[in-house]
């Protein structure tokens, strides 16, 4: 069974910083691309960042580009989001999610999710 | 950006009942690989969204045979027939060809 269990949520002031973690388990990590879509309260989903079965590659909108990272460690089975220079409306709960062997492919496993909360 | 604009925005329907969606991207999605990376989730009531349909009309494991997916270039619909109370929800069309991949805004699902 394939299983996705992000941590690392909490709330965190402006300007500061945060990572979030998501332990996978249930198929070969190393094989996949994954990714991060987020869900500000009672809005609609926002892809945040995907990368390559390698690392090697990654992906984000104009929106976190240049303060997220994304970063994963196959050994591990573990994907990463390291957000800097976190603002108000970055608050939102984070998905982790499997997207597959290319970044065209669908985002077939969600976890259930870990909410960040940017606030003084 | 692919701009994805799904209507209705919400829809009510009797159990045993048949929905549409309608789901248009502002720019083609078919990939230069002949592939249209269109995609619907499901979000129910406090759950993380799962995938329904992939590539246009692919269900994915385990779906019902009562969701089908139609479509090409930039109009699509989700259909989902003899509805059931566990089909309510938000229902989301997502496009993978175009980055960065977004998302439609929702469709909300009642049950009468």
Redesign the interface.
């Known amino acids: 069974e394939v299983q996705l269990v992000e941590s690392g949520g909490g709330l965190v002031q402006p300007g500061r910083s945060l990572k979030l973690s998501c332990a996978a388990s249930g198929f070969t990590f190393s094989n996949y691309y994954m ?1 991060w ?1 987020r869900q500000a309260p009672k809005k ?4 945040v960042a ?1 990368i390559s079965t390698s690392g090697s590659r990654t ?4 929106s976190v580009k240049g303060r997220f990272t994304i970063s994963r460690d196959n050994a591990k089975s573990s994907l990463y989001l390291q957000m800097n220079s976190l603002k108000s409306e970055d608050t939102a709960t984070y ?1 982790c999610a499997r997207q597959g062997s290319d ?11 870990v909410m960040v909360t940017v606030s003084s | 950006d692919v701009v994805m604009t799904q209507t209705p925005v919400s829809l009510s329907v009797s159990l045993g009942g048949q929905v549409s969606i309608s789901c248009r991207s502002s720019q083609s999605l078919v990939h230069n690989n002949g592939n249209t990376y269109l995609s619907w989730y499901l979000q129910k009531p406090g759950q993380s969204p799962q995938l329904l349909i992939y590539k246009v009309s692919n269900r994915f494991s385990g779906i019902s045979d009562r969701f089908s997916g139609s479509g090409s270039g930039t109009d699509f619909t989700l259909k989902i027939s003899r509805v059931e109370p566990d089909d309510l929800g938000v229902y989301y069309c997502g496009q993978g060809t175009q980055y960065p991949f977004t998302f439609g805004s929702g469709t909300k699902l009642e049950i009468k």
Request: proline fraction near 9%; aromatic fraction near 30%; avoid cysteine.
């Open positions: 990714a879509v609609g989903l926002e892809w995907t992906y984000y909108p104009d998905y970044r065209y492919k669908p985002l077939d496993y969600w976890g259930q999710g």
